[in-house]
């Protein structure tokens, strides 16, 4: 089994900035892709950002130029560095790795007021 920590989430004003980590723990055999989706209320589950094992990186438009996906391989960690936050980016974020499994995260909450 595969654990995943999420940490980081929290309220911030408008233009601020937050930093989250999801930490992998357990049987882990190979990490290929790690990346953060998130969840609005009533909205389906969206793909924020996803970093390879080569670390080429991939975004969602809407967060292109603000937000920064990175891992530490040796840590078993995935962060997103967020700025500029919008309260459109206001939403429940879920950390994803990918072994020959694919394990969520528990989800954290961001919430950014205007």
């Known amino acids: 089994q595969v654990q995943l920590v999420e940490s980081g989430g929290g309220l911030v004003q408008a233009g601020g900035s937050l930093r989250l980590s999801c930490a992998a723990s357990g049987r882990i055999f190979g990490i290929n892709a790690m990346g953060w989706y998130r969840q609005a209320p009533g909205k389906q589950r969206e793909l924020v950002a996803t970093v390879t094992s080569g670390g080429s990186t991939n975004y969602a438009d809407s967060v292109k130029g603000r937000f920064t996906i990175s891992r530490d391989n040796a840590k078993n960690t995935v962060y997103l560095q967020m700025n500029s936050l919008k309260p459109e980016d206001t939403a429940v974020y879920y950390c994803?790795?990918?072994?020959?499994?694919?394990?969520w995260g528990q989800g954290t909450q961001v919430t950014v007021s205007s």
């Open positions: 994803l790795v990918v072994t020959s499994n694919g394990y």
